[in-house]
């Protein structure tokens, strides 16, 4: 089976059944994956963002999901059963009943409602998720001071606003995308304080994600030669979808990502929450994910590496042999997870004259950190760690793996999938977060 879209990748693989699709909205671009009734995926497209509408603009995300849409081998379109969307947590849209956005989309990273988060402060109770300027209740403050904000009737998240164009029904949310929104997915309900504030009316209707939202419209099933009984299930964020990618499904099972920054996220009986760490927890059915992001991670290697040298370096280290180097590698002072510093300053001397040993001081010492952070984890009630999983670029350096396991003192794995558009297809076939295990 061929798939001839951009980056998309033959899998090699038949189906004569029901299979289900999940879409992952990233920075640069979507993915779609299709998944058989077991899991197995059988191909993938990829699509980035025409250069005339790029990430920020609602016309390049709705051209983009219906590019991949299109570029779905028909036979698996007419087998698709399920459609379940992920995106970035806190890219947040104003939208009228109808669904008609009225204000560009405000991305996740954007932190212009430093003013609304300031007030947020004297009305929610501490260490709450939506504190900060980037947060989509924050955003949705700032939007209420447009002029646009009176013929509005929802806030949405990415996912939710991608996953209308199939289904139809505006302002329906997930308690994934909607925990910066102030919803508490322990009691599962919005918080009386949330309740009372004047943004209330324009708040979403929260599902469980994976939970059934309704079938694909009339429109889009004759547009694309969907099933009429195609169902479009409630979303997740991206970093959750990664999560779910990885197959973890016990408690004490965690997933690190070994990207530019390292986050680190463990399956918990106990929800876990840390304001000052940056700590906080999503319900996954009955358990709980609890994570933290350290400033640490990839972009260090990167400052003095190529990934090339890395690789060829890597080659030269004994990973069971320590250095004598104790590096905190940052790019820039100012640390939060594990440690809350923010003038923490970057850890990175004596620098040895063999490159090879720089490289495992650096390596060692982003290791010392994410033990360091599960370590914390723990102390704060999450469940202990007993098996680690790999995820990002640097999970494919087996060196980097062993001076991990090393130093973390649990088996350390490499995951068949680590990509979030499989991680949200499984939620779509499944219809729940975490699968019980095989």
Known sequence: MNVTATGSRDFSRSSSGACALGVDFGTSGARAVIVDAQGAALAEIRQNYPASNPEHTVSGWRSTLFFLLSRIPPVLRRQLRAIAIDGASATVLLCNSDGRILLPPLLYYDSRAAEEAAFLRTVAPPGQAVLSPSSSLAKLLWFSKQSAYRDSRYLVHQA??????????????????????????????????????????????????????GPVMKAIAARFSLPADCIVRAGTTDSIAAFLASGACRTGQAVTSLGSTLVLKVLSKRRVDAADYGVYSHRLDDLWLAGGASNSG?????????????????????????????YYPLLRPGERFPLNDPALPPRLSPRPTDDAVFLQGLLEGIARIEADGY????????????????????????????????????????????????????????????????
Do not use: C
């Open 160 to 213: 939710d606003w991608l996953a209308f164009l199939l289904h139809g029904q505006a302002g329906v949310s997930d308690y994934h995308n909607s925990l910066k929104l102030g919803y508490d997915p322990e009691r599962l309900r919005y918080p009386d304080w949330l309740r009372a504030l004047p943004v209330a009316s324009r708040l979403p209707r929260i599902l469980a994600p994976g939970a059934p939202i």
């Open 298 to 326: 990839g972009a260090i290697l990167r400052q003095f590496f190529s990934d090339a040298r890395i690789k060829r370096l890597s080659a030269r280290i004994d990973p069971e042999r320590p250095s004598a180097l104790d």
């Open 375 to 438: 370590r914390l984890l723990t102390e704060l009630g999450a469940t202990p760690v007993t098996e680690v999983f790999s995820a990002g670029g640097g999970a494919d350096n087996p060196i980097w793996t062993r001076i991990r396991q090393r130093l973390l003192h649990v088996m350390v794995r490499h995951p068949p999938h680590t990509e979030a558009a499989y991680g949200v297809a499984l939620l779509a076939l499944n219809g729940k977060a975490v699968a019980p295990p095989a």
